[in-house]
């Protein structure tokens, strides 16, 4: 009997690169914008596949017929012509020409439309009434307002899922980025300057969030969570925040200024009237504590 013969090392490296590739690959699909988790980031998830899917229309048939060619014109097929003095077909020039078009046509349809189906600023169609929440991108931190509950958080973003988010965003110096990759529908913060979101998450679960813009030393560490609740639980969320304490005025938003590293959440149970507003507009004098909420 013969010893069996133990695989080459090509054919191992082979194999570990196609197993670590399919790793890779089924990981991926299981966060960030190939896993939505609402309306828009479902809605990118289907331009992405449609601009992937007419793009391969193209890729593939130049791969495969550049083999074919290649095999067809090999040295020792007799049958194959070669014609040195072949200058012009219109034929193949009408080809040559039309699929880059069409391609080109396919995918400026689908980037109209949907840069008008999901333009950040419109709303949900959604028959629930929507979740207003104010958010401020500092360095290196994400403060969230929640206007109508009187509270706010720092670092964690807790929502009832299934309801409507309508975002209002600014930036305490540099430009930022906020962006929840399974949400979808990232948007930039400017100093001085008000932009407009709406999202959903469409069940309870947590969702990283991230800067999406490169803002200084502290830039890599500028996430948060977003926690996705049930409405009850989103409710005891703001009682219990309501009774923990904290006021969130002038003061205390001077010391979040100053720069420094995401370190944890932290809760306010009130915040200063109209702060994001006069933030938004660079001013921060003569802000005062909201009354009863």
């Known amino acids: 009997m013969h010893a069996a013969r133990a695989p080459s090392a090509s054919v191992i490296w082979l194999r570990t690169i196609s197993i670590?590739?399919?790793?890779?690959?089924?990981?991926?699909?299981?966060?960030?914008?190939?896993?939505?988790?609402?309306?828009v980031g479902k809605a990118e998830r289907v331009i992405l596949y449609d601009a992937t899917a007419i793009m391969l229309a193209v890729v593939i048939p130049v791969i495969v017929l550049t083999l074919v060619f290649a095999w067809w014109f090999r040295a020792k097929n007799s049958q194959a012509r070669y014609r040195p003095d072949w200058e012009y077909s219109g034929r193949i020039e009408m080809i040559i020409w039309s699929i880059p078009a069409l391609i080109i046509l396919f995918l400026?349809?689908?980037?109209?439309?949907?840069?008008?189906?999901?333009?950040?600023?419109l709303p949900l169609a959604d028959s629930t009434a929507p979740l207003d929440i104010e958010v401020i991108s500092l360095d290196w931190r994400w403060l969230f307002i929640y206007p109508h509950e009187g509270i706010a958080?720092?670092?964690?973003?807790?929502?009832?899922?299934?309801?409507?988010?309508?975002?209002?965003?600014?930036?305490?110096?540099?430009?930022?980025?906020?962006?929840?990759?399974?949400?979808?529908?990232?948007?930039?913060?400017?100093?001085?300057?008000?932009?407009?979101?709406?999202?959903?998450a469409d069940q309870p679960g947590t969702y990283e969030g991230l800067s999406a813009q490169?803002?200084?030393?502290?830039?890599?560490?500028?996430?948060?969570?977003?926690?996705?609740?049930?409405?009850?639980?989103?409710?005891?969320?703001?009682?219990?925040?309501?009774?923990?304490?904290?006021?969130?005025?002038?003061?205390?938003?001077?010391?979040?200024?100053?720069?420094?590293?995401?370190?944890?959440?932290?809760?306010?149970?009130?915040?200063?009237?109209?702060?994001?507003?006069?933030i938004s507009l660079g001013s921060m004098a003569a802000v005062s504590p909201q009354r009863g909420q």
């Open 153 to 200: 958080s720092l670092n964690r973003l807790v929502v009832p899922a299934g309801v409507p988010l309508r975002f209002r965003l600014t930036s305490t110096t540099v430009m930022n980025s906020f962006f929840v990759p399974q949400l979808g529908s990232q948007i930039y913060t400017m100093p001085n300057m008000v932009t407009r979101l709406n999202l959903e």
């Open 108 to 121: 400026g349809g689908i980037a109209w439309t949907g840069s008008h189906d999901l333009d950040p600023p």
């Open 20 to 39: 670590t590739s399919a790793a890779m690959l089924m990981a991926s699909c299981n966060e960030g914008v190939l896993d939505p988790h609402g309306p």
């Open 214 to 278: 490169f803002s200084g030393d502290g830039f890599s560490d500028m996430r948060f969570d977003l926690v996705s609740t049930e409405a009850e639980a989103f409710k005891d969320w703001v009682n219990a925040t309501k009774a923990q304490g904290g006021v969130l005025d002038s003061t205390a938003f001077e010391e979040l200024v100053k720069p420094a590293k995401a370190d944890g959440a932290q809760t306010y149970s009130q915040v200063s009237e109209g702060l994001f507003d006069k």
